[in-house]
């Protein structure tokens, strides 16, 4: 079985920084695709920021130059550092990851619970 737990949100003024983490655990091989996607009150969720198993990089136009993807494979974690926040960055953040799954011999798709960003002006 596998979960993913994610940390860090919390409410921040505009400027200012916050770090989520998601950890992974459970039975799987490897973190293969990963990103981090965002769903505001009323909209839809949207994807924030990707990075393919060769570690490409993609972001999503809003959050270019201010948040940045990553991750520790011995940790079995990843990460978005963000900075410069803005109102408009006000949402539930969640990470999505594509996990080597060994016992099926295959890659399942795994969402995390969630967590609230709150950038204040």
């Known amino acids: 079985q596998v979960q993913l737990v994610e940390s860090g949100g919390g409410l921040v003024q505009a400027g200012g920084s916050l770090r989520l983490s998601c950890a992974a655990s459970g039975s799987f091989f490897s973190i293969n695709a990963m990103g981090w996607y965002r769903q505001a009150p009323g909209k839809q969720r949207e994807l924030v920021a990707a990075?393919?198993?060769?570690?490409?990089?993609n972001y999503a136009d809003s959050v270019k130059g201010r948040f940045t993807i990553s991750r520790d494979n011995a940790k079995n974690t990843v990460y978005l550092q963000m900075n410069s926040l803005k109102p408009e960055d006000t949402a539930v953040y969640y990470c999505?990851?594509?996990?080597?799954?060994?016992?099926?011999?295959?890659?399942?798709?795994?969402w995390g619970q969630g967590t609230q960003v709150t950038v204040s002006s």
């Open positions: 999505n990851l594509d996990l080597y799954i060994v016992r099926i011999r295959a890659v399942n798709n795994y």
């Open positions: 990075m393919t198993e060769g570690g490409r990089t």
